[in-house]
Each structure stands twice: as C-alpha cells, then as structure tokens.
C-alpha cells in the first residue's frame, strides 16, 4: 500500500556534509504549512482511493514544529485520504531539540516510530559534522523516547568519517543495543558538492579515509549487529525482527508514495514527480493553485533500472523470474549477462531466484549497482 512523504525543509543551521533541502530562515514557518496543507488537499485524488500505509516526517528538522502544527498536517491527511488500519507514522527528530514533554505529545496525535539522528556519541565527530547536539543530549533522546512510549525507535549512524576508529564505531553501536533500539541506519559520509564538507576536501584540509579501512568500518557494523540479533535487509539498514520500515521498505519494493513540501518526490510506478526546491517559489505556485513540480514517465529501460536498483538494495535482492514476467525475455538475458562477472567475482550469489549482493557486493553497490543499468 502506498506511503506519505512529507519534507519539512528547516534546520537551525547547515552540518557541513548536508546537501538536503534545508534552510535557516525559520521565519518561512506558517506560510510553508499553509502551502503545505493546501498540496495535500489538491493532490487528494491522485492515488485514486487507494489506502495509505505509512506516513513519514523528513527534513530538514520535522522536531522543530510545534506538535500542535504536526497534528493539524495529520489531521489533513487522515480528513482527505483513505488511511489503513494500522499506519506506521515515523517522523525524524534531532537531539539538541527533545524534551520529554515532546515526545510524550508526539504519542499522543498518534506518531508511532521516531528516527532519531543521533549520527555519532563522539562529540569531537558530532562537533567536526556541524551537528547542534552532543553525545549526552543524543542518549538522553533515546531514553526519553522508550520512557515517552515508543515501542519503535530508529537512529542513525553515519561511518566513513575521518577519524573515526573501529573502536568508535562499536561503542556507538553498543549504546544502541543496549537500549535495543529497534532500527539502526549506518551510512557511510559522501562528499556532495556545495558543501562545507566538500570545500574542506578540495582545500586539502581534510582527506577521504582510504577503501580498505572504510570495508573494515562496513563489515564492523554489520557483523556487530548481526551478532547481536540485527537483521541486515537493506544496504544501510538494520532492524531487530519485526522492525524493518514499512515506509522505506515500501519504496524498495517499487510501491507508489505521495511526495509533500519542497523537493519531495512522489511515483506511481509509472510517473516520477518532483516538487522545486526554492521555498518561495514552491509557497506562490501552490498559493496559485499549481503544482510545483516536474514530472518524467519511465519508459521500460527506466523501469528496468529503477526495479535491479531498488531490489538489490534488499536482503531478497533481485527475483529474475519477476524480472521475467515484469520484463520480458530480453531484458531477463540483459539481466544474466550483466551479472554475470559479479557472481564470479563474488559480488553477488544467486539464491534459488534470486541474485543477491554479498557483503563486499553491498559495500560496492553504488559502482555495480550503475554498471547493471541499461543506458
Ligand atoms: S539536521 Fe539533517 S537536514 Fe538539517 S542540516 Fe543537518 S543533515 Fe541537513
């Protein structure tokens, strides 16, 4: 069933690898949940009476809105769309914003999973990333949210940072399964362009940690946790049973989401839209009446493409026989062909239908994942 996005794109300030759309100016508020309010009603019959299954806070900060502004987004979306059962409502939150008072109201309009970026509990790391919080205020969140009441609680981890040692990163996984935090995100640091991050790389101020100890860090993570009951189901997630996230889950097995707010993204297997990343103009359109967005419609090679990409992101990996029916013949022999130097060189193992990535595979899945696309 399909999901809910919605991109709340403020932040007190920039951390230096961040190239999300976020900005500082926090005086757009009101008139960016206006605008916001009002797309979730234009775009009502765009998912044609299908229910919703998870709803999903993004940024940016989400836990810099008033919970009074969360529920009334929430309010529009359950008056206006057809929502199941049992949703899953995640919205992500930063440390240095969280009281208990908060976390307790996030409970009570009915948000059920919170993503907590805690990214690191060494405070020189948190300090050198640009982040607002410290270590203390990233554990105290954690414990505050099991004293609030969730039962279903995510946090992030970044690795790959200069500096960091092995013995950083299981302390810090550590922390998490000690309060079994239920859903842990590892991603490795990436230098985009456009940020301070990138600056410091091409000054030579900073360097990049070299393949070899970046592996170490990968495979360091997923043996930790997988040897203390995390399952890992997708490249850079990993959940205790049960815990995986429908949201995240839904997209990888190619199911339709409604993007909301500047530079969401929304698909509907066969269209992929986007929403403008410029606030003012993303508030004037809407205020209009139009839609800030651009739009493609996949043709079958994009189909292709984006179906071996988000499959082989998973623990399943890619069913050829899906491939096969979805497809067609010809693009199930492009499929064998292409792996075919993966399975030799042990990147990827076939598993009855499946093609799935390896450990090593995973961590060079960017560069394989790419290779495999037809162009
Ligand atoms: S909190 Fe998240 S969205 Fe905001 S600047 Fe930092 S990384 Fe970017």
């Known amino acids: 069933m399909p999901g809910i996005y919605i991109h709340i794109p403020f932040c007190k300030s920039k951390c230096i690898y961040c190239d999300f759309c976020s900005i500082t100016k926090l005086d757009f508020n009101d008139n960016f949940l206006s605008a916001l309010k009002k797309e979730i009603l234009i775009r009502k019959n765009e998912l044609q009476n299908e229910f919703i299954e998870t709803i999903y806070f993004g940024g940016g900060t989400p836990s810099l809105l008033k919970t009074s502004e969360i529920q009334k987004i929430i309010d529009v979306i359950f008056e206006n769309?057809?929502?199941?059962?049992?949703?899953?409502?995640?919205?992500?939150?930063?440390?240095?914003?969280?009281?208990?008072?908060?976390?307790?109201?996030?409970?009570?309009?009915?948000?059920?999973?919170?993503?907590?970026?805690v990214q690191s509990f060494n405070d020189e790391i948190l300090n050198f990333l640009g982040r607002r919080h410290n270590s203390v205020q990233a554990e105290k969140t954690i414990k505050y949210s099991i004293e609030a009441g969730f039962k279903n609680?995510?946090?992030?981890?970044?690795?790959?940072?200069?500096?960091?040692?092995?013995?950083?990163?299981?302390?810090?996984?550590?922390?998490?399964?000690?309060?079994?935090?239920?859903?842990?995100?590892?991603?490795?640091?990436?230098?985009?362009?456009?940020?301070?991050?990138?600056?410091?790389?091409?000054?030579?101020?900073?360097?990049?940690?070299?393949?070899?100890?970046?592996?170490?860090?990968?495979?360091?993570?997923?043996?930790?946790?997988?040897?203390?009951?995390?399952?890992?189901?997708?490249?850079?997630?990993?959940?205790?049973?049960?815990?995986?996230?429908?949201h995240n889950s839904n997209y990888w097995n190619g199911i339709s989401y409604l993007g909301f707010g500047t530079s969401a993204h929304s698909f509907n297997c066969d269209i992929r839209s986007w929403n403008t990343d410029n606030l003012s103009v993303y508030i004037s359109k809407i205020n209009e009446g139009k839609l800030p967005s651009k739009h493609e419609k996949l043709n079958p090679n994009m189909k292709y493409n984006e179906f071996i990409m988000t499959s082989l992101r998973?623990?399943?990996?890619?069913?050829?026989?899906?491939?096969?029916?979805?497809?067609?013949?010809?693009?199930?022999?492009?499929?064998?062909?292409?792996?075919?130097?993966?399975?030799?060189?042990?990147?990827?193992?076939?598993?009855?239908?499946?093609?799935?990535?390896?450990?090593?595979?995973?961590?060079?899945?960017?560069?394989i994942i790419a290779d495999l696309f037809i162009v």
Do not use: C, W
């Open 153 to 246: 609680i995510s946090a992030d981890l970044i690795f790959g940072i200069p500096g960091l040692t092995i013995n950083d990163i299981i302390s810090d996984l550590d922390v998490f399964i000690k309060y079994k935090v239920q859903h842990i995100s590892a991603y490795h640091l990436t230098y985009e362009k456009g940020t301070k991050l990138h600056k410091l790389l091409t000054s030579n101020k900073i360097k990049i940690i070299d393949e070899e100890f970046s592996l170490q860090q990968f495979s360091t993570i997923e043996n930790h946790l997988i040897s203390n009951d995390y399952f890992h189901y997708e490249i850079s997630n990993y959940s205790l049973k049960g815990f995986e996230s429908r």
């Open 314 to 367: 998973t623990s399943k990996g890619v069913d050829f026989e899906l491939i096969k029916s979805k497809f067609g013949i010809k693009y199930f022999e492009i499929f064998i062909t292409s792996t075919n130097k993966y399975l030799k060189m042990g990147y990827i193992i076939k598993n009855k239908n499946n093609y799935i990535l390896t450990s090593k595979g995973m961590f060079l899945s960017d560069g």
């Open 81 to 117: 769309y057809k929502i199941t059962e049992n949703p899953e409502i995640t919205i992500e939150v930063n440390p240095d914003d969280i009281t208990l008072q908060y976390l307790k109201q996030l409970i009570k309009i009915g948000i059920n999973r919170i993503s907590i970026g």
